[in-house]
């Protein structure tokens, strides 16, 4: 991480000492000595203030110590009163640091001059040699990121490897994704905004249970257990309503249409958005999409926000996360370890085992299901929850060969790798079936999103049709849930189907207990464009327009309506709450760091 760090302070200098001639190096001589004692003096002051601010928070500066600097008054205070020797002392040593920088600076940080034919017949190995610092590897597909230091469960022993500019300047980069609601679709009052989202969680007001966690409820099971039931998520990349023949897709999914016969099948569920963060976000946290990225890779939500796997480490539960790939894509590592899951099994762990096929993206689906299966079957009375994401169903379509009749003539199309991450569900229930966790164990396939999303409305809702499928103890066979939902229903409603009483602060729903009467609703999230419906009626926000709303006559054919003002409302609540939530780390469990 060091050598990242400094490599991306080298650029500029190398750019302009290998490119530059002499006689123009001559008059900007100072400038390298500013520049490196600037950056120099930088790295020294943030290793500094890094001790007392874990002694703080438990992990190195982040987004926390620029958001304070508009509180000066406040933060001046207290580190006066409560961090003086810390400070004097800092300040003595950036002192004589700066002193002794200064002095020798002419020596240490001016360029030696040399044949400017030589430095440009040596740039291309100098600029490699930067490259190489930047990515720091050659064999990763990947340049390394804070998510390669993950390798403990303790969030704070795995910031050690990382250093403190670093993870501040991530943090500063990590802001630009944090878009602001107010001013792209409209100001509403955070108080408002939670009193309208609370509406649509069909909670009664007795089971807010706290004031400064204001979506925090207790959940009550249906269906409590002595001893609860675990609960396995198999997220599939990209597999879309589209491709499975039991809800009026292609033919592609002849083991998971089987599978329907055994348990219960949501055929009109739409996922929150077209990336897989935005899967992970519904499914792991249920929280609404934001105008932002996802909460998987902004910083503010690293550590102490409200996943699935917080919540049941909390209950006793072993929780993980299998990826056939490299967990440090999208965050997806730094993410997981600092809010709950234990283990992160990913491609590496997989080097061992006898395997199918590793591909661009990772170790194939066949793979990451006998891994899966190896993994739970040795868990032993202790209940557990898992994560397991597949990755053969991403372009570019890589799978093993024999395993499936093709589809299409050429092997590596979409169509192919959906029938293949079918072929891969069915071998894992085989599986599955064969041991006794099985019969203790809640099991749902669902979708992230759908292939590459597109259309010609606003929102292209038929392309964020998904398939859900649960499988386990005390569930109907054959059963149809066929009422609109969205991805942020299920995580609750999962909780639900183990057996727990669980407080939570997630604003989806239930939808075990969800009434005849009540109108489904989903919320999706493409590009700038946040949709909300309710029944078949759709309001779309956009980035700094009127809302508009539509009449849905089926996913594709959408009528133009007068906009009802309060529905309207509704869907600027979903979107200012998400905001809120996050920017005062207000999405969490009582307790949670």
């Not at 966790?437 to 409305?457: C, E, L, M, P, S």
């Amino acid at each position: 991480m060091d050598i990242i760090l400094l490599s991306y302070i080298l650029v500029l200098p190398t750019v302009l000492i290998c490119l530059l001639p002499d006689k123009y190096l001559q008059f900007i001589k100072k400038f390298f000595s500013i520049y490196f004692i600037f950056f120099l003096f930088l790295v020294l002051f943030m290793e500094l203030a890094t001790r007392d601010f874990i002694n703080e928070y438990d992990t190195r500066p982040n987004n926390l110590f620029v958001d304070y600097l508009i509180y000066p008054k406040e933060v001046i205070g207290t580190l006066l009163k409560s961090y003086l020797s810390s400070i004097v002392s800092t300040f003595v040593i950036l002192g004589l640091a700066l002193y002794f920088t200064i002095k020798k600076g002419s020596k240490l940080f001016y360029p030696k001059f040399t044949a400017y034919k030589t430095k440009l017949v040596l740039f291309p190995l100098v600029a490699f040699l930067l490259v190489f610092g930047l990515r720091s590897s050659l064999t990763s597909k990947r340049p390394i990121n804070s998510s390669n230091a993950v390798f403990s469960t303790d969030q704070m022993t795995n910031c050690l490897g990382l250093n403190s500019l670093y993870t501040v300047g991530f943090a500063i980069y990590s802001m630009k994704n944090e878009g602001n609601s107010e001013k792209m679709y409209g100001k509403m009052d955070s108080k408002e905004a939670i009193r309208r989202v609370k509406t649509y969680i069909n909670v009664p007001d007795a089971d807010f249970t706290d004031s400064e966690l204001p979506l925090s409820h207790l959940q009550k099971s249906s269906n409590l257990k002595q001893r609860p039931y675990n609960l396995v998520i198999f997220l599939q990349e990209s597999l879309g309503a589209e491709y499975l023949g039991s809800l009026g897709g292609l033919p592609l999914t002849p083991e998971f249409d089987k599978l329907t016969k055994e348990g219960l099948l949501f055929t009109n569920l739409y996922c929150t958005g077209t990336r897989s963060v935005r899967g992970i976000e519904a499914v792991i946290t249920g929280l609404f999409p934001s105008p932002s990225e996802s909460v998987v890779k902004l910083s503010n939500s690293q550590t102490g926000f409200f996943t699935l796997a917080a919540a049941l480490k909390e209950k006793g539960y072993h929780t993980s996360f299998i990826y056939g790939g490299m967990a440090n894509f999208d965050n997806m590592a730094s993410f997981f370890n600092g809010n709950g899951f234990e283990d992160i099994i990913e491609e590496p762990d997989f080097s061992n085992d006898k395997s199918a096929l590793e591909g661009t993206w990772g170790y194939s689906d066949e793979d990451l299901v006998v891994k899966a299966n190896n993994y739970y079957k040795s868990k032993g009375d202790k209940p557990f929850f898992s994560l397991m994401f597949s990755t053969s169903d991403h372009e570019p379509f890589e799978f093993p060969d024999g395993r499936i009749e093709l589809y299409d003539k050429k092997k590596q199309t979409v169509n192919n790798a959906m029938k293949y991450a079918d072929f891969s569900i069915g071998k894992f229930f085989e599986l599955a079936k064969k041991e006794s966790y099985f019969k203790n164990t809640i099991f749902i396939i669902i979708a992230d999103h759908n292939t590459r999303t597109y259309g010609k409305n606003l929102v292209p809702i038929n392309k964020f049709h998904i398939p859900a499928l649960i499988i386990g103890p005390g569930i109907a066979m054959g059963t149809i849930y066929d009422k609109l939902s969205s991805q942020i229903d299920i995580p609750p409603t999962l909780l639900d189907m183990i057996g727990i009483n669980i407080t939570t602060p997630m604003p989806g729903r239930d939808l075990l207990k969800l009434p005849e009467t009540t109108n489904g609703r989903s919320i999706m999230q493409f590009n700038g464009n946040n949709a909300f419906r309710v029944g078949n009626q759709v309001v779309i926000l956009q980035p700094f327009k009127e809302a508009v709303q539509f009449e849905l006559k089926n996913d594709t054919t959408f009528i133009p309506v007068k906009l009802n003002p309060e529905l309207a409302k509704d869907a600027l609540a979903n979107v200012a709450t998400a905001s809120y939530l996050y920017k005062e780390r207000k999405y969490k469990l009582k307790g949670q760091k």
